[in-house]
């Protein structure tokens, strides 16, 4: 009968899925602990480019202002000296 | 907290692990990336040869995106670049992989699961089920989808668009000496694998053959590059629309910020209504390529009287932005 109840509340199959079984719960326990493993040393990574990555940015705030910046598909548009950003103090973060 | 931010991420370095879930025993994985609050998951699934499974069905929508080897399912093979929308309770024939095969697979709803069932769910909406070979059954079209699009040199097939959410899933292609000098970001989550080929982004660097990532909404990436060219598989999981700016620097709060400000321009009552409702503050909010936008508007000068005050500084700085309030209801 709430089996029945249940299905006529439903308007979709996920809201029906039945519970998570055991071996389904241990995969997921153990994927989510492999994940957080994975995320800290893509943040370590990153972390360790960051002097490449300044200067790619000082690379790419020249091309804006002289080959231009793409506003819209190959639509270009050069950016003026004092419209460029400065960078702010502090790291930068990349990986959020 | 849904997905993290996961980019780059290289499978190919990474080992498969055996599949001891119901449905998949006989087959070996990669998590991409898992929804720490729902399972919904994407994978790359070895199908060691032998392989089989009953017909059957999941609890959830899956995607499918065959890498090499050959899949039959029911009276369908699926061979390299074959894609299947599954939604979720549609009763799949029986599988068998006799020598082996790859696939990408997207659990949308909820982590990995199988029934067995020779019927499909009463309440799947079998119309969405969708299964062709995305190399050999559709041509290539120009990437400007939407405005603002990508540079010419990114081509597109879309092969599954959601009418609700407007979520696309898609095969990409950069040609060789592709390049855009533009930041990106959107309201939606990206994801991409990159089947073949390596490309180059101003944040994280470069992508190559195996290169994933799942990028939450409002990160910057980009500019681009691709020397040799690139064929990957990418989704969204809502409407993908290009915010391009030239500010390395910005945060993803600062970037939310300035999405809302476009809406506040474009579509100002609507951005009144939904983010104004008792909160009294008529001017939207700071969009940093833009800053005195406020501050010339006469109208709003006169409604609101104050700009740049630590309220208006605070609103930028990485912090959980506040919902409006609900109104209480009104007693009778």
Not at chain 2, 50 to 59: Q, S
Not at chain 2, 209 to 226: D, E, K, S, V
Not at chain 2, 252 to 269: E, F, G, H, T
Not at chain 2, 301 to 311: P, Q
Request: proline share 7%; hydrophobic share 35%; net charge positive.
């Amino acid at each position: 009968m709430a089996k029945a109840r249940a299905k006529a509340k439903a308007k979709r199959v996920q809201d029906l899925k039945p519970p998570r079984a055991a071996d389904a719960a241990a995969w997921f326990k153990e994927n989510i602990a492999l994940q957080k493993k994975r995320y800290a040393a893509i943040v370590k990574e990153q972390n360790g480019l960051e002097r490449d990555r300044q200067k790619w940015y000082a690379n790419f705030l020249r091309i804006i202002q002289t080959k231009g910046f793409n506003a819209n598909g190959d639509l270009r548009v050069k950016i003026p000296a004092n419209l460029i950003p400065k960078k702010p103090k502090g790291r930068s973060r990349v990986v959020f | 907290m849904a997905r993290p931010h996961i980019e780059p991420f290289v499978e190919l370095n990474e080992p498969f692990l055996k599949f001891d879930v119901g449905g998949f025993k006989g087959s070996h994985y990669k998590v991409l990336s898992l929804d720490t609050d729902t399972g919904a998951c994407s994978l790359k699934v070895r199908f060691d040869g032998g392989y089989k499974r009953k017909p059957g069905l999941h609890y959830s929508d899956l995607e499918v995106f065959v890498l090499n080897g050959e899949i039959k399912v029911g009276d369908q093979v699926w061979r390299e670049g074959h894609y299947a929308m599954v939604p979720a309770g549609y009763a799949l024939g029986a599988i068998s992989v006799p020598k082996g095969a790859e696939a990408l697979l997207y659990f949308n709803d909820s982590e990995p699961h199988f029934e067995e069932s020779g019927d499909s769910h009463e309440l799947t909406l079998k119309e969405a089920f969708k299964s062709l070979n995305s190399y050999e059954d559709m041509p290539w079209g120009p990437g400007n989808l939407v405005t603002p699009s990508v540079a010419t040199g990114c081509l597109i097939k879309v092969l599954h668009y959601d009418p609700l959410t407007e979520a696309l899933s898609f095969l990409y292609c950069m040609t060789p000496e592709f390049a855009q000098d533009n930041i990106s970001y959107h309201d939606s989550a990206e994801e991409s694998y990159h089947i073949w080929g390596t490309s180059w982004m101003m944040q994280f660097g470069e992508l190559p053959t195996g290169g994933y990532f799942w990028r939450p909404a409002y990160i910057n990436h980009g500019a681009f590059r691709c020397k040799l060219g690139t064929i990957a598989f990418g989704r969204t999981d809502s409407k993908l629309h290009n915010y391009f700016h030239y500010n390395p620097w910005t945060n993803p709060k600062q970037n939310l910020l300035r999405a809302a400000a476009q809406v506040y321009r474009q579509r100002p009552l609507l951005y009144q209504w939904q983010a104004s409702d008792g909160h009294n503050h008529p001017h939207g909010p700071p969009d940093f390529q833009y800053p005195g936008y406020y501050e010339k508007n006469p109208n709003i000068r006169a409604l609101h009287g104050h700009f740049g005050g630590e309220s208006d500084e605070r609103d930028s700085r990485d912090a959980p932005m506040k919902l409006p309030k609900k109104k209480a209801k009104a007693k009778k």
